[in-house]
């Protein structure tokens, strides 16, 4: 069992807007700052999408955005493209474990 | 450009050893905490172990722990992973990846990753 819960999978058409969340506790994402997100294509290393919460590394395109409220972070991506179709894994600090992941949720754009 | 290349993963039998090897270039390695990341064939990923930019400070997951020792040669840009009493549920493809911020004892956000080396406990 993953230390962080996603959803197995979400789904969206092109163009539209989907949130992913994932959901921690106080000993995580409700105490530190330090949420990232990732993209995984399939047979592909994962790539960060989002760190400390909201930022964003150079050359993600800002579709992508981040958030936290208490103990759940959670991921937009906007105008939906068939590119997005991916993976995506969330992670926090932790005081007690370091790094924990969350069990990833499978983005299908229909 | 930034580059990480994982090696010596392999099949081995239940019990086994195996070393696997990270060779870094392109930035200041010195700088950088590091970190190993595995994951299990289709499943996601999980946090193996980190180490401090002067190797002195080594973390580890706690399910992980006792059975692996992260190391580095910062005179060679090399950082290591030593893993021993190897288990079926150890099969994985393990990946190095390197923080993106160049801080010694901070590795919670990583912006480059290598290609990864897969390992098989099987007998």
């Known amino acids: 069992q993953s230390a962080l819960t996603q959803p197995a999978s979400v789904s969206g058409s092109p163009g539209q807007s989907i949130t992913i969340s994932c959901t921690g506790t106080?000993?995580?994402?409700?105490?530190?700052?330090?949420v990232s997100w990732y993209e995984q294509h399939p047979g592909k290393a994962p790539k960060l999408m989002i760190y400390?919460?909201?930022n964003r590394p150079s050359g993600v395109s800002n579709r992508f955005s981040g958030s936290k409220s208490g103990n759940t972070a959670s991921l937009t991506i906007s105008g939906l493209q068939a590119e997005d179709e991916a993976d995506y894994y969330c992670s926090s600090y932790t005081s007690s474990r370091f790094v924990v992941f969350g069990g990833g949720t499978r983005l299908t754009v229909l | 450009e930034v580059h990480l290349l994982e090696s010596g993963g392999g099949l081995v039998q239940p019990g086994g050893s195996l070393r696997l090897s990270c060779a870094a270039s392109g930035f200041t390695f010195s700088n950088y905490a590091m970190s190993w990341v595995r994951q299990a064939p289709g499943k996601g990923l999980e946090w193996v172990s980190a180490?401090?930019?002067?190797?002195?400070?080594?973390y580890y997951a706690d399910s992980l722990k006792g059975r692996l020792t992260i190391s580095r040669d910062n005179s060679k840009n090399t950082l290591y992973l030593q893993m021993n009493s190897l288990r079926a549920e150890d099969t994985a493809v393990y990946y190095c990846?390197?923080?993106?911020?160049?801080?010694?004892?901070?590795?919670?956000?990583?912006?480059?990753w290598g290609q990864g080396t897969t390992v098989t406990v099987s007998s």
């Open positions: 106080s000993s995580d994402i409700g105490d530190y700052n330090y």
């Open positions: 990846a390197k923080p993106n911020r160049a801080n010694s004892y901070y590795f919670y956000a990583m912006d480059v």
């Open positions: 400390e919460v909201s």
């Open positions: 180490i401090s930019g002067n190797g002195a400070t080594t």
